[in-house]
Each structure stands twice: as C-alpha cells, then as structure tokens.
C-alpha cells in the first residue's frame, strides 16, 4: 500500500506503483483521498493501466461530516472520483474515520453506497485514533470496532447480525473483524453462516451451482480466517447480514466489509493461510452484551 500524507500529489507515484508490480508485488493498493482521481482524467486510466487497487477515503455522505472530520465539503470529489474508477475497471474499498459523535450515524448509509456502486468491493470502518490534529478526548469513551458492529446492526437490522462479524488473526482478537455478503439489485445475503454448514447461500432466482465444491471451498477459507463455529441463520435466499473483512471470497457480486470494514472480487474463493483457534468467533464476548 501507498499511504501518506496523500501519496497520489507525489510526481512519481505511477513509477512507484510499476516498480512494485515490477518487483513482484501483487496487490499494489493506493490510499488516497480521491482528490487527484477526480480532476486529473488521465490517472484513472493510468492506475487501471497498472492493476493498482484504490483505497478510498470516504467518511460519510453529509457535508457536515467531512467539514468536521476533513475541513471541506469534498463529497462532489469523492463522486466524482468514484465514478472515474467505475468508467476504466478500478476496484475501490471505501474506508470511512469513524468519530463517536460526529459519522456514526451513517454507518448504514456507507455501506449502502458501496454496494451500490459498480466500482466499490468493499467497505473498511476504522475508529478514529485521537492523536496530532485531534482533539483530546476521553478513552473511557472511545469508539471500538463492538460499537461500530452494533451500529451496523442497529442501521442495517435486515442485514446484519453481531454474530455475523468475526475476528482475524491479529494481535487480539477484538483489533480487527470481517464478514461477506452477496449482493444482486435489492437482495443481500451472509456467506459465513450458510458456508458453515456447507452450501452457499443463493441470491433469489439464482441457479443453484452443481456439486458441493465451491461451498467446501468457501466453509474451509472461512475456517482458516476466523475459526469454526460459524452456524448458518436463516434459509439461503434470505436477506440477513453483512460482514467486515478483507479478503476476496464468492460468487456473484460478493462483498466484504472490513473493521480496523472489505467487498470484494466476484469469483475466486481465497486461500487464507493463518488460522489459531483462540481466535474462533465463539470466544468474543463483548458483542454479545
């Protein structure tokens, strides 16, 4: 990943990018804030050029959230950017700072704009860390991936669950979550729980897929990520749940959503290679309180 600062006003990020393809590098992420992508024609197609994925700093939908979190209305940039991407192939995950207060209540409303935009794979929430230009704060009271979950839940009660959402290797298991949805026109559907119990759920009027590969597949991906213990809720077809994770898994229009919350590729189930059992979802507790 290219970070920053802004990494896309440096004069030679696209030879950056092409050395690190040239390296051997294969996912080539660019954080950016969408700025340059939005008036520069010519660096979308460039950076689709390169296989580069975006990573997209999207706070929210309101005016007064990116005034607060931003300094400037930038929601026309981040449009704007948006649809660049769409026009030359460009995969974007949506990563929104989220301040207790301040964007929490637009959670769902991100979420839904990323599903509904033919360039987003996914969704990333991460807490805001009260450092440098931050105000301080009190850390009794400070946003914690549970609190984003919950919200979640709260905006989205016919998609998502808390026992949807579960942790990946990480430090500890309460530092980052993900979960997977399936999404067509206005219907969503969870991947872990049905995965679990070995059939992948189906979008209404799918055709079901024949043999038991591509959900034995997707049951021992979800294993290695987080733990068995994922227990399917529901009928395949219903609309449920939501996810926030990392990694590309699925079938048609798959999403992920990723806390430190991604939606990702459309076909190919991954290989995850780390897996401990301390980090099984029946272990976390503090979602269910």
Sequence with gaps: MFSGGEPSIHPQILEFCAMARDKGVRTVVLNTNGIRLAHDRSFAPALAELGVKIYLQF???????????????????????????????????????????????????????????PAVRGVVFQPVTHAGRHTTFDPRQRLTNADVIHGLVDQCPDWFRTSDFFPVPC?????????????????????????????????????????????????????????????????PGKRTSIRNGTSPLGE??????????????????????????????????????
């Design 59 to 117: 706070d929210g939908l309101e005016e007064a959230t990116h005034v607060a979190l931003r300094g400037r209305d930038l929601r026309a940039a981040k449009a704007q950017a948006l649809d660049r991407c769409a026009e030359v192939g460009l995969t974007v995950l949506l990563v929104a700072a989220v301040e207790a207060e301040v964007n929490t209540h637009e959670l769902g409303a991100v979420v839904r704009r990323g599903i509904a935009h």
């Design 171 to 235: 430090c500890s298991p309460t530092c980052r979550s993900i979960t997977y949805l399936l999404t067509g026109d206005d219907d969503v559907v969870p991947i872990p729980p049905a995965a679990a119990d070995g059939e992948l759920p189906r979008l209404p009027r799918q055709p079901r897929p024949p043999g038991p590969g591509p959900a034995r597949r997707a049951r021992t991906a979800l294993e290695r990520v987080g733990g068995p213990g994922h227990r399917r809720r529901g009928k």
């Design 252 to 289: 048609k229009s798959l999403h992920d959503i990723d806390l430190e919350v991604p939606m990702q590729e459309r076909q190919a189930i991954p290989t995850v290679q780390h897996r401990d059992p301390i980090y099984d979802v029946r272990a976390i507790r503090p979602l269910d309180h």
